[in-house]
């Protein structure tokens, strides 16, 4: 199946501790979409699964306003609602003062930093932080963030227009152990193409895939925004398959990681950091082109594109509670099934480890 970017919206409308990385509404609220039920784990209430916030709790925080540090990458224009909480006095009204650490490390330095006490928490890709986590990290999930920013694209008028014809095939990949590369293979996987063996990932500079795709080095890339929508849009490529395709149209990407050490000791602060992110994604479905102003000094893109690329991702969508555990879990499944995640690991006891319902 082929989406481009008008599917994609056209899907919405119907339903170190420095430098960056690349990783990935409208005026009202979009409706929800609830998850299928086939393959939900034992132990899963359906009916809250998309318990999403539709109005963060109010601040919880009394007395001396906490002091917490926020991992995020600021390359990236999924975590929009990090600045727009930081701007707009969101983080304020929740009673913290919040220092703002755009980390450019890989996943495991980032996740040793939150676990550490270095940081207090980050915003990062599920399926980017799954692997690490099942190695004890003592960070929690509080909140699914958004969905909607993985992209693969090949040549305009291009045969490697599907899934399917990428069989046999070079894929490029700005980051070998990216939540794109899983991603992918996730979607290979359930179309009977071993994504080990039947394709050949290739790893490029994220600013040189599209060049790589015009020498013929590599027939589809993926990346993500807003470096992906530039390219795209500038090389007029073709969009494969996204993740807001099919059941994924109802699944978040990117999710907030707290440090186990600060729930347990300190509960009512990573509540407000919870509900105050949330806050901010509704906040940014309801404005999305001051959203797009806001994170504007972060990315070299015009203003309207950023605004068209915020749109296009799913912020209304931000599961808690048994929702994002069911979430967290799926995807474990789904790594299991692309050899990524340990055989042994059962999805419903590692999702329940990696979470924490602070809202509750």
Not at 163 to 186: C, H, W, Y
Not at 251 to 258: E, Q
Request: some cysteine; hydrophobic content about 40%; aromatic content about 6%.
């Amino acid at each position: 199946m082929t989406t481009s970017r008008s599917g994609r919206r056209a899907i919405l409308r119907a339903a170190g501790l420095f430098g960056a990385a690349l990783p990935l509404g409208g005026m009202a609220v979009y409706p929800r979409i609830a998850p299928r039920e086939p393959g939900l784990p034992l132990g899963f209430d359906a009916s809250a699964i998309c318990r999403a916030s539709t109005g963060s709790p109010p601040a919880t925080v009394p007395g001396e306003r906490r002091e917490l540090k926020l991992t995020w990458n600021a390359n990236a224009v999924c975590t929009v609602g990090v600045p727009v909480a930081e701007q707009t006095g969101i983080f304020e009204r929740h009673n913290l003062k919040v220092e703002l650490i755009n980390f450019g490390g890989t996943t495991d330095q980032l996740l040793e930093a939150i676990a550490t006490g270095k940081a207090d928490a980050g915003v990062g890709m599920a399926l980017r932080w799954l692997k690490p986590l099942e190695s004890g990290f003592d960070v929690k999930f509080t909140s699914a963030i958004h969905g909607g920013c993985l992209r693969l694209f090949s040549a305009p008028n291009s045969a490697f227009a599907t899934l399917e014809s990428l069989r046999g095939q070079t894929i490029g990949v700005p980051d070998m152990a990216g939540p794109d590369k899983n991603f992918f293979s996730i979607l290979l996987a359930q179309k009977g193409i071993d994504p080990t063996r039947d394709v050949t990932w290739r790893q490029f500079p994220a600013d040189l895939l599209g060049a790589a795709l015009q020498r013929g080095e590599v027939r589809a890339f993926s990346l993500s925004d807003p470096l992906g929508y530039v390219i795209q849009k500038r090389d007029r490529l073709h969009e494969i398959s996204n993740n807001l395709t099919g059941d994924w149209a109802s699944r978040a990407c990117c999710v907030l990681g707290v440090r186990g050490n600060l729930i347990r000791r300190d509960r009512p602060a990573a509540r407000a950091l919870t509900a105050a992110l949330l806050e901010a994604q509704d906040w940014v479905v309801a404005n999305p082109a001051e959203a797009a102003r806001i994170f504007a000094p972060y990315a070299r893109a015009p203003v309207p594109d950023l605004e068209e690329m915020i749109r296009a991702h799913t912020h209304h969508h931000h599961p808690v509670g048994a929702g994002l555990r069911w979430e967290i879990a799926r995807y474990t499944e789904e790594l299991k099934l692309v050899q990524v995640m340990r055989p042994n690991t059962d999805p419903t006891r590692f999702s329940e480890r990696v979470f924490a319902d602070v809202l509750s």
